[in-house]
């Protein structure tokens, strides 16, 4: 079965989905998009969509830095994107937004051009394989800097601004590695390739402060859920050392969801897999997405 994609307010087929050579965006990369999840609920009655309002206002802000409107209104990129989870028949899938330019008009100026809004899925059961959930993953600190905020605008999700990202995680696969962590311009953890990073220490969390980090959804919930369960989270300049020495590390989005890291430079950190801490975020984060935790049913959305 196809899956069924939305383009500018339709339902398509993936198989019509097109774009040209010389679409605006294929050549300079400003777009934005969105990668939002939807899970399959443990009873089996309902598929859920993790944060959908959420997502879909980011994207919306993207937008709006990037300086090219979405011609839609937010509840309507909403039902789209339920719409197209529930026309492929899918359950464990992931969602892109994206935004582009396609005039057959190059240059750098922007001026007059139409955007368009495409919304596409597929099926996505785990990121680095299941066995990562409880063994972890074995990361390098990257050679690539993390943008600086005036540079690229590290707040939104543009699609030109990933070329970082890519760059650094082809860098870690070709030295063996399954991922990448970036320092900011000071030499501060910043984040993973496309992925908010948190370390665990005496009981505590923490995660580095906002200034270049993109202000990850998933990250937001994984701050909530600690809270709730009374973990001290704290937001702070953290070094490259303070990851060697961490009890636990873990990268956290709407991809990887919550993925232990069990070695950093070939240094192991902690007990060289999953922590305790680490399972407990993970495991109420997966029971969340699967409708298990009520107390948290106002983050999804039913198709």
Not at 166 to 189: C, P, R, S, W
Request: hydrophobic share 35%.
């Amino acid at each position: 079965m196809s899956n069924t994609y939305w383009l500018n307010g339709k339902y398509i087929n993936k198989e019509d989905a097109h774009v040209s050579p010389l679409t605006h965006t294929l050549h300079y990369g400003l777009g934005a998009f969105e990668g939002v999840r939807s899970y399959g609920s443990t009873d089996g009655d309902n598929v859920n969509i993790f944060r959908l309002k959420e997502h879909t206002e980011r994207l919306f802000e993207s937008a709006k830095i990037i300086n090219v409107s979405i011609n839609h209104t937010v509840d309507e990129v909403m039902e789209a994107q339920i719409g197209v989870i529930s026309k492929s028949d899918l359950k464990d899938a992931y969602i892109r937004p994206l935004l582009y330019l396609n005039d057959e008009r190059l240059g750098l100026d922007i001026v007059g051009m139409s955007s368009h809004l495409m919304i596409s899925c597929w099926d996505w059961p785990t990121y680095f394989g299941a066995e990562s959930i409880e063994q972890g993953i074995d990361v390098m600190i990257s050679s690539f800097t993390r943008q600086f905020p005036n540079s690229i605008m590290t707040k939104s999700k543009i699609t030109g601004g990933y070329v970082n990202g890519v760059m650094a995680h082809d860098q870690a696969k070709n030295n063996g590695y399954q991922e990448a962590i970036l320092l900011d311009t000071n030499g501060f953890v910043a984040e993973g390739s496309g992925q908010n990073i948190f370390i665990v220490k005496n009981g505590n969390l923490l995660t580095p402060e906002l200034t270049c980090c993109l202000n990850g959804i998933t990250r937001r919930s994984v701050i909530q859920m600690a809270k709730d369960k009374g973990i001290e989270v704290h937001e702070r300049q953290i070094t490259r050392d303070e990851l060697y020495t961490a009890d636990e590390i873990f990268f956290s989005g709407t991809a990887v969801e919550i993925t232990p890291i069990r070695s950093v430079d070939k240094v192991v950190i902690g007990q060289g897999k999953r922590g305790e801490i680490t399972k407990i975020i993970q495991e109420t984060y997966l029971g969340i997405a699967r409708g298990e935790i009520k107390e948290y049913d106002h983050w999804l959305s039913r198709v």
